[in-house]
């Protein structure tokens, strides 16, 4: 395993242990609101604050982008960037819903070179190289080979971020609901995206992302031979926040059909 993605998966868990650590006390934690529907806690402070102190302890040059803050401005000049979600799914994590992660990527000169996604309550841990495959616990994982839109199990998540996402989204549920054989919605957009590269979910779309929600699980995606795009069926997804994701088979029906029902 390269050097970078050691530390990676360190931070990670690092980050993972703080997490079950304050799990089973989640009544007591300190919460703080974002936005009208986004909520911080300090679990995810602390979380935060753990993946960034081994970062810049074995890599003071690199730069990071965390959804909970940066410790420093972002250095045009620097070979790497590292992408960070302490803690996705905190409203899950704050229920006790144990359906939440933690999403670390690591891009060179723009691109992703390495991901982790660890499931702190199930204590997977999901790995990428570019060129080198996905893993989940050292083993390596495909996408599905469900071939019918029908048979596939499918994950999505309701856009909160921009109210102006709402409507197209519920044009794309509505279309996709009575063709698919099931449809869910984890609450962790990271870990969706990592069940997608294990075969758990057969596909995915999902509006209003952020990098750190679709970095890490872009790469464990195309590592495990599936295809991921925006609405458009271009590469474009992190810059609109747009995925659709899924096999090779499932990917152009859901992408066809969503694409019908937004633009």
Known sequence: MHAILNIAV???RDAANIINRYAPDVDRIEIKDKSPTQRVSEVDLLANEAIIS???????????????????????????????????????????NPYYCVSIAIQREGETQYAVVVDPSR????????????????SRIRVSNTKRLNDALLSTGMPFRDPAEIKPWLRSYASLLPRANSIVRGGSSALDLAYVAAGRYDGLWQFGLKSWDISAGALLIQEAGGLISDVDGKQ?????????????????????????HVK
């Open 10 to 12: 360190k931070a990670a």
């Open 123 to 138: 204590q997977d841990v999901f790995t990428a190289t570019r060129g080198g495959g996905a893993q989940l616990n050292d």
């Open 54 to 96: 081994e970062i810049s302890r074995n890599f003071p040059n690199h730069n990071i982008i965390s959804e909970e803050g940066s410790p420093k401005k972002i250095d045009p000049d620097a070979e790497y960037t590292w992408i960070i979600d302490p803690l996705d799914g905190t409203n899950n994590f704050l229920h006790g």
């Open 236 to 260: 474009g997804f992190i810059e609109s926040g747009e995925v659709i994701c899924g096999n090779p088979s499932i990917h152009p029906k859901i992408q066809q059909l969503v694409s019908a």
